[in-house]
């Protein structure tokens, strides 16, 4: 199987922590969607044999599009490769676009999933990172998705400025009384170069302690837990049976064609990126070339990428995925782990090599363990 990731750069306004690539929107919108359909038709070789099972157009704010240029960006997709095998395909969507008639629209176009970024349902932490609905605008997007989609997530943030263990219980109990499918719980991170990291750095706001980050984390992983979602994966929840399946493949290292300014790929065994430039992204398609640069990995950061994208999920690493990695690489692997495993950081049982979920909260130490450097 394979996936198909669409990358639109635009939104309304940026979030104080975002640092992902985006722009604000404007009259590039139409050809960059000329551009996307071209790099589709440039590129799907590389995804050639391997039927496309999942799509997801994300950003930025895909919801941002007009009516007319999803449309288009859509029967482009069905005229360019074969999605009679698509079992999910995501949109991300934004609360202040969602209406009725925009959820029929893209429903219309094949979308059968809705990922949308809540953050929290508190009007004083929305404000605090610079989101651009309110609460109850939250809500109102939330009751239209529940209404058109069986197939919805919803992400939240905890650890934001002010939030406290009583306001993200509350969002919880919000957004669980709609019972979505699927959602995402981040730890609030200060990325330089954002807004929110100079407040930090000048002492506007203050970043939770280390016990009230995990408090919080064990609050929403109790809570979603006895509400009947699995804990698949570190950040992310689901009822059973409906996971991300497009996130999935990232993380069971699945092909995937990225397309769109600054967009990924993985087509088995190359890794490939897009520059982080719209117009020069537009002006290279159009010129009838691809724009990736192919990142020139060695065979144990390939290794590596196995260990990093296998320990955040609750499967673990299979033992089986390790007889095809060349042997030297495994025994240092192994040596790598065997401390781990006698401190109780890692665990292994049932063919595979695992962080227990009480460790997940400090994974990213515990990889860092894992992981080969020569």
Known sequence: MAGL????????????????????CSETADAYIDALISELRLRKSEIAGEPVKTIYIGGGTPSSLSHQQFAKLMLGIWEEIDTSEVVESTIEVNPDDVTPEFLNHVKSLGVNRVSMGVQSLNDAELKAVGRRHSADGALSAIKDVASAFDNFSLDIIFGLPGQTIATLSDTLDQIIAFQPSHLSAYLLSYEPGTR????????????????????????????LR?????????????????????????????????????????????????????????????????????????????????????????????????????????????????????????????????????????????????????
């Open 226 to 374: 006895s509400t009947g979602y699995e804990h698949y994966e570190i950040s992310n929840y689901a009822r059973p049976g409906l996971r991300s399946r497009h996130n999935s493949s990232y993380w069971s290292m699945t092909p995937y064609l990225g397309l769109g300014s600054s967009a990924h790929s993985f087509d088995g065994k190359i890794r490939r990126y897009n520059p982080s430039s719209i117009k020069s992204y537009i002006e290279v398609i159009n010129s009838g070339k691809c724009c990736y640069i192919i990142d020139d990995e060695a065979e144990w950061q390939q290794f590596n990428d196995l260990i990093l994208v296998s320990m955040r999920t609750s499967e673990g690493l299979s033992l089986s995925r390790l007889d095809s990695m060349p042997r030297h690489y495994v025994d240092d692997f192994t040596a790598q782990l065997r401390p781990l495993l006698s401190q109780g950081a890692v665990i292994m049982g049932n063919g595979s090599i695992k962080i227990p979920e009480r460790n997940w909260l400090t994974s990213d130490a515990i990889i860092r363990e894992l992981i080969l450097s020569y």
């Open 5 to 24: 990731y669409i990358h639109i750069p635009y939104c309304r306004s940026k979030c104080a922590y975002c640092d992902f690539y985006s722009s604000p």
């Open 196 to 223: 929110l990291y100079a407040a930090l750095m000048a002492s506007k706001i203050k970043e939770v302690s280390d016990s009230e980050a995990e408090g919080m984390y064990r609050l929403v992983t109790d809570r």
